[in-house]
């Protein structure tokens, strides 16, 4: 069964304490996997997309990583305004997209 | 820099009415996606379209149908509401960039059914 999973749930951390997301798939054939910031009420945000494993992406604090089964978020020193939903979806080369439930990152001043 | 439009941003109907919703991707954007959010749920993704045609297909609904016109803006038509129709419905328009699909999402509509 193709589907996307995502850990943990919730993540509280003090700022400036580093940790990674998790994204895990079984989705047959991938054309891309996507990371979103989504915040209450409001359109996720794009981060990135990644196509092939061992690709990386950086983008400030973030850098996001792709294995053939996972990939990984990973926020060093988080800020405050870090706080929000992080989404990944899988393209699929069935044409289906396939999103993860999100994991909730609250970081603490 | 300009946005994904989305209008109307909120809209109210009765069970069994239709709805139509719109969307107005960033200028020279080729694809548009359309997805569904259930109150605390991921979004699920409904029907995409590439240069003015039907490009991808997902969960969307018999009830429902899309398109999207010359001028690149796509609407979603929705009939015969349901109550669990009720989410919010976001569009997304995208290009390809120095090897990489970038995905903009608009602010969403919010559809609540009586």
């Known amino acids: 069964e193709d589907q996307v999973t995502q850990s943990p749930e919730a993540l509280r951390l003090q700022e400036g304490e580093s940790s990674s997301l998790n994204c895990s798939y079984t989705?047959?054939?991938?054309?891309?996997l996507f990371w979103y910031r989504q915040d209450p009420g409001k359109g996720p945000e794009f981060l990135f997309t990644l196509y092939s494993a061992g690709e990386e992406k950086e983008k400030e604090r973030l850098k996001a990583t792709l294995t053939k089964k996972e990939s990984f978020l990973h926020i060093t020193a988080p800020k405050p305004e870090d706080s929000a939903t992080y989404l990944c979806a899988v393209h699929q080369t069935g044409n289906q997209f396939y999103f993860g439930t999100g994991t909730s990152l609250t970081v603490i001043p | 820099a300009a946005g994904v439009i989305q209008s109307p941003r909120h809209l109210i109907k009765e069970k069994r009415e239709t709805a139509t919703l719109k969307c107005y991707p960033i200028?020279?954007?080729?694809?548009v996606y359309w997805y569904q959010q259930g109150p605390g749920q991921d979004p699920q993704f409904l029907i995409s379209?590439?240069?003015?045609?039907?490009?991808d297909k997902g969960s969307i609904p018999d009830r429902f149908s899309a398109q999207q016109f010359s001028d690149y803006h796509s609407e979603l038509n929705m009939s015969s509401l349901e109550l669990g129709d009720s989410a919010l419905y976001f569009c997304a328009s995208s290009y390809w960039t120095d090897s990489t699909d970038t995905q903009y999402f608009g602010p969403g509509t919010r559809l609540t059914v009586l």
């Open positions: 989705v047959s054939g991938l054309r891309g």
């Open positions: 379209f590439y240069e003015k045609m039907q490009s």
């Open positions: 200028p020279r954007h080729d694809t």
